[in-house]
């Protein structure tokens, strides 16, 4: 069974960072594919970043040189730095896995960006 669990969300003001942690109750390496998704209210999920197995990684245009997603596989745990925050970046941020075409999510965390 596989779960995922996000930490690290709250309240910052604008222009401060926070990272998120997402913990994994197997081992990461058999993840095709982790990412960081977020969803503000009354807009679609979107895709904020992601890191294959093979340790690429890629950025939406809205978080590149801000955003940061690293991984600990001795911890099974998955980061997402934010720096520089904005208030446009406030939304859920969800963890996201896959393999194959199968996908899993955490439960989300909030993240709230004041001006």
């Known amino acids: 069974q596989v779960q995922l669990v996000e930490s690290g969300g709250g309240l910052v003001q604008a222009g401060g960072s926070l990272r998120l942690s997402c913990a994994a109750s197997v081992n990461i390496f058999i993840f095709d594919r982790m990412a960081w998704y977020r969803q503000a209210p009354g807009q679609q999920r979107e895709l904020v970043t992601a890191?294959?197995?093979?340790?690429?990684?890629n950025y939406a245009d809205s978080v590149k040189g801000r955003f940061t997603i690293s991984r600990d596989t001795a911890k099974a745990t998955v980061y997402l730095q934010m720096n520089s925050l904005k208030p446009e970046d406030t939304a859920v941020y969800y963890c996201?896995?896959?393999?194959?075409?199968?996908?899993?999510w955490g439960q989300g965390t909030q993240v709230t960006v004041s001006s």
């Open positions: 890191i294959t197995s093979d340790g690429s990684t």
């Open positions: 996201n896995a896959m393999i194959t075409s199968v996908m899993y």
